[in-house]
C-alpha cells in the first residue's frame, strides 16, 4: 500500500517537473520572438530618423546608417567573410543599395568584406583616404571597384558627400597622409541631423585626432581604434564631449582591446559606453533632437 502511495507520487512529481519544463520553454521561446519582433525591427521605423547600426563584426568596424533623407551609408566593412552577412543585414532592413561607401583607411579589418559587398549589391559612390597598400586584400578591393567602372572619391578633410536642409555629412579628416601608419590616415565624418551629431573616426590615433580642425563636438563618438589607448586622449574626449561611446571590437581579442585606461577616461567623464563585444549590434537612433539606443541586435560575427 505505502509502496504504491510512494510510486504515485514520484509519478506525479515527475509529471509536474515536465510540466513546469514546458512552461519555461514556451516562456523562453514567447520571450525571444518579442525579443525578435518588437524591440528590433527597424524595418518600416525610419520615420525621418537618423538610424545608426553598429554591426557586432567582431574585431573590426562595420557601420550602417539609414539616413534621414532615405539614403543610406555603409562605414567599413569588417573582416573577411563576412560580406553575405552584412549584405543581408542591410536586406532585411529594407534597402538594396547603398548611397555612401566609405572604407575609413586599409587596413583587413575595415575593408575585408568590402569587395563583396562592392560586387554584390549596388553602391552609389565610394569614398577613400588617398593611401595604397601593398595587401592582397585592397589589390582585390580595388580590382572589384574598377571592374564595376566606378571611381574612387579621395576622401580629405573639408570634402561635404551631404548638405541638405538638416542633414550635413562633412569629412573632417584625414587632414595629412601618414603613408606610415595607415590608421592615422582614417577618413573622419560627422554627421548633424537638425540638433544631433554623430563622429566616426575609423582607427584614427592621437596624431590624426589632433590634427582635426573644426568643430569636433557630438553626441555619439565612435571610439577610435576599437578602444586602443593610442587614440582616445583627454583632449580629444574634451573637444568631443559625446553623451554616448561606442566601441566596437571582439570578444577575447589578442591586442586587449579596449584598453582599461580608455574606458576609465570615458567613465571618468561620465560618458554612456557601449561595447558591440559584449551587447552585440548597437542601433542609436535620432529624431533630430532626442536619442535612443538599442542593444543586442543581430551579431553578423556570429559566438567566436
Ligand atoms: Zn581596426
Ligand atoms: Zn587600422
Not at 509502496?3 to 520571450?31: D, E, G, Q, T, Y
Amino acid at each position: 500500500m505505502n509502496k504504491n502511495i510512494r510510486n504515485l507520487r514520484k509519478l506525479i512529481s515527475r509529471r509536474a517537473f515536465i510540466f513546469a519544463l514546458a512552461i519555461l520553454c514556451c516562456f523562453i521561446l514567447s520571450a525571444c520572438s518579442y525579443f525578435q519582433n518588437s524591440q528590433f525591427d527597424t524595418n518600416g521605423m525610419h520615420n525621418d530618423n537618423l538610424i545608426v547600426h553598429y554591426l557586432d563584426v567582431g574585431q573590426g568596424d562595420s557601420i550602417f546608417i539609414e539616413l534621414p533623407n532615405y539614403q543610406t551609408m555603409l562605414i567599413d566593412a569588417g573582416v573577411k567573410g563576412l560580406g553575405e552577412g552584412i549584405k543581408s543585414y542591410i536586406n532585411d532592413l529594407g534597402y538594396s543599395k547603398i548611397d555612401y561607401v566609405i572604407a575609413t583607411h586599409p587596413h583587413a579589418d575595415h575593408i575585408g568584406s568590402m569587395q563583396y559587398i562592392v560586387e554584390n549589391m549596388d553602391i552609389g559612390q565610394i569614398y577613400m583616404p588617398d593611401v595604397t597598400t601593398a595587401t592582397k586584400t585592397f589589390e582585390k578591393l580595388l580590382i572589384a571597384i574598377s571592374e564595376k567602372s566606378m571611381k574612387i572619391k579621395s576622401a580629405e578633410s573639408g570634402m561635404s558627400i551631404v548638405n541638405e536642409n538638416n542633414l550635413s555629412i562633412d569629412v573632417l579628416g584625414p587632414v595629412n597622409i601618414d603613408e606610415d601608419n595607415l590608421n592615422n590616415c582614417s577618413v573622419v565624418i560627422k554627421i548633424i541631423y537638425k540638433d544631433n551629431s554623430f563622429l566616426f573616426i575609423g582607427d584614427a590615433e592621437k596624431d590624426e585626432l589632433s590634427s582635426l580642425n573644426g568643430d569636433l563636438s557630438a553626441n555619439v563618438l565612435k571610439v577610435g581604434h576599437h578602444g586602443s589607448n593610442t587614440s582616445t586622449t583627454k583632449k580629444f574626449i574634451e573637444q568631443v564631449d559625446p553623451q554616448i561611446a561606442v566601441i566596437s571590437v571582439g570578444k577575447h581579442n589578442e591586442y586587449d582591446h579596449p584598453n582599461k585606461k580608455t574606458i576609465k577616461l570615458l567613465n571618468n567623464f561620465d560618458i554612456e559606453i557601449h561595447r558591440t563585444d559584449e551587447e552585440g549590434t548597437i542601433i542609436i537612433s535620432s529624431d533630430g533632437y532626442n536619442i535612443t539606443t538599442k542593444t543586442g541586435g543581430q551579431s553578423i560575427a556570429g559566438d567566436e
